[in-house]
């Protein structure tokens, strides 16, 4: 019997917990795993890696920000990780197997964005179940391994960050929720202080916002 395509709505509502390992109290994926449910979700899905004077990362003060497209369902999604150490702090002058896992840590993070095990980056521990899926939009660019990527797109994508990061704040709960939601979203939050410090306090000032609402409500 053939098997049935899955759709981004099963994809969010899929438990990946037995492939999650713990590192410095944070979650991964295995890239492996990810991919190959990615594929069987959609065979036609690719990834692209964005390069940047000929480099699969952008510099950012001598740190490397990768940046990485995954399509699925004929949908591009574009996310952007920084390549850190085994501490989760940017590496300066990284090598090509920092960047290649970096690499492949912003890969499973986009297809997150398609909702392949979504819920890790939102501190949750349990997948959706038949709850109403929430989609993360990313920009639609056109994006192959040897296109550089100019500071208008860089722009766009970091707003867009941003955005998702206020936008799916209202989910949150309780203060708890919240800080998980933070963390989870962390090594982002970094880059994004970094390389966007004004967009950056924006997502800080909403989060400041709502933690003083829930403590109000105490």
Known sequence: MNQVPMNQVDLLKLNVNEHVEKKQNLSYLSWAWAWAEALKADPAATFDVQTFDGKPY???????????????????????????????????????????????????????????????????????????????????QKATADVE????????????????????????????????????????????KVSHPALYEQVRNRFAELKKQFSEKQ
């Open 58 to 140: 952008m510099e950012v003060n001598g740190t490397g920000m990768v940046w990485v497209t995954v399509t699925m369902f004929g949908k591009p999604m574009t996310c952007f990780l920084p390549v850190m150490d085994h501490r989760n702090k940017p590496i300066t002058n990284p090598d090509a197997f920092q960047v290649n896992t970096a690499l492949m840590r912003c890969m499973t993070k986009g297809l997150a964005l398609h909702g392949l095990g979504l819920y890790i980056y939102a501190g949750e521990d349990l997948p959706e179940g038949d709850a109403e899926p929430v989609i993360v939009k990313a920009v639609t």
């Open 149 to 192: 990527v100019n500071t208008g797109n860089a722009d766009a994508n970091a707003e867009l960050f941003a955005e998702g990061m206020i936008t799916y704040t209202n989910h949150c709960e309780d203060a708890m929720s919240l800080n998980r939601y933070w963390k989870a979203n962390q090594t982002q939050l970094d880059g994004l």
